[in-house]
């Protein structure tokens, strides 16, 4: 499912994508959301809509942005769609953006796959310094 907004993003915008989520959902299948900590996502509204629903809402750490696949995804877009490219009107950036992740999952499979990767960098020892 991609929802596709040209203003801005607001607390009402992720209800009603919260409400397209749960319409599509399989009955009795549980629905994670994981979402970043804009002010929009974390309000007490988000919140409401979420538990009506039955929708568990993970927020990833704070200043996280390695952890948060979105991050990646659009740094991707950007890389095929905005890099050294100029577009005279809105809706041809639109479609260039679109087009790409449409073909995301057929095209550029090999390369999202590496860089979507859920596999990070742990650090096994440790060493902290006292100042």
């Known amino acids: 499912m991609m929802e596709t907004f040209t203003t801005y993003i607001t607390s009402r915008e992720v209800c009603q994508l919260l409400l397209k989520l749960s319409a599509q959902a399989s009955e009795g299948i549980p629905i994670?959301?994981?979402?970043?900590?804009a002010r929009y996502q974390r309000c007490?509204?988000?919140?409401?809509?979420?538990?009506?629903?039955?929708i568990e809402l993970l927020f990833l750490p704070p200043y996280s942005p390695n952890l948060n696949l979105i991050e990646r995804l659009w740094k991707f877009v950007k890389k095929k769609c905005l890099y050294s490219k100029y577009y005279d009107n809105f809706e041809k950036f639109q479609k260039a953006i679109s087009e790409c992740l449409e073909k995301a999952s057929t095209k550029d499979k090999k390369?999202?796959?590496?860089?979507?990767?859920?596999?990070?960098?742990?650090f096994e020892k440790s060493q902290f310094m006292t100042v």
């Open 32 to 37: 994670t959301v994981i979402l970043d900590n």
């Open 44 to 54: 007490k509204l988000v919140q409401w809509q979420a538990a009506q629903l039955g």
């Open 111 to 122: 390369e999202l796959e590496s860089l979507l990767t859920l596999k990070f960098q742990t």
